[in-house]
């Protein structure tokens, strides 16, 4: 069964600063992952989908990347805004999700 | 384009009372998933639906039923709801997993 990981747990830092994300998992048979956005009282909102072939995706200031031999994704998001904050889940083709990493970004 | 739509948004039971929670997408996706998320746990898996006619237990079905209706629609229901049923649940769709999930908003259940 897949177990993903995401640590850390919660994050904060000043705005402006370039931040990573990560995610790990255990079946490396996974052939996508995608990075979710979770505002407070919201629904999961897709930011990016990385199929096993691609390694990365960008979308404006995220990137994400894949790894399955090491069994670990990133996501870096540069030039951090307050409106960034937000929690980040990953979860991959089997739709299991990890817990989440609560992101605080201060003006 | 609504995406998944989920409903109720809110709803307040008494224990022991029984409702279905409603799930329907739009995006001709062949899979469906329900997931409750309780605080510092994360989403876990209630049920899914590989495909229309299919619904398979995930890693907290107890408690709980699943009827995939047709392609669109997939419902959960609590038949005599606990306090510990207590959750926000999610409803989401993908194809298959190959391709990017999309959520619904979210019923906020409270049991007292």
């Known amino acids: 069964k897949q177990e993903v990981t995401q640590i850390p747990a919660a994050l904060s830092v000043p705005e402006g600063e370039n931040l990573v994300l990560n995610c790990s998992f255990t079946?490396?048979?996974?052939?996508?992952l995608q990075w979710f956005r979770q505002d407070p009282g919201k629904g999961l909102t897709s930011l990016l989908l990385?199929?096993?072939?691609?390694r990365e995706q960008t979308s404006g200031r995220l990137n994400a990347s894949l790894d399955k031999s090491s069994g670990r994704s990133t996501l870096y998001i540069a030039a951090s805004q307050p409106g960034d904050s937000a929690t980040y889940l990953c979860?991959?083709?089997?739709?299991?999700f990890g817990a989440g990493t609560r992101l605080t970004v201060k003006p | 384009n609504a995406g998944v739509t989920q409903t109720p948004k809110f709803q307040v039971l008494k224990t022991g009372q029984s409702m279905t929670l409603q799930c329907a997408q739009d995006?001709?996706?062949?899979?469906m998933y329900w997931y409750r998320q309780d605080p510092g746990m994360g989403l876990r898996l209630i049920y899914y639906?590989?495909?229309?006619?299919?619904?398979d237990k995930g890693e907290v079905p107890n408690g709980y039923n699943v009827s995939r209706l047709n392609k669109r629609e997939f419902s959960l229901r609590l038949e005599s709801a606990a306090p510990s049923q207590t959750s926000v649940y999610f409803c989401?769709?993908?194809?298959?997993?190959?391709?990017?999930?999309?959520f619904g908003q979210g019923t906020r259940l409270t049991v007292v």
């Open positions: 990385i199929q096993s072939s691609q």
């Open positions: 079946d490396s048979a996974i052939y996508n």
């Open positions: 639906s590989a495909s229309e006619g299919t619904t």
């Open positions: 989401a769709s993908s194809e298959r997993g190959l391709t990017e999930a999309f």
């Open positions: 979860g991959g083709n089997d739709m299991r």
């Open positions: 995006m001709n996706h062949n899979s």
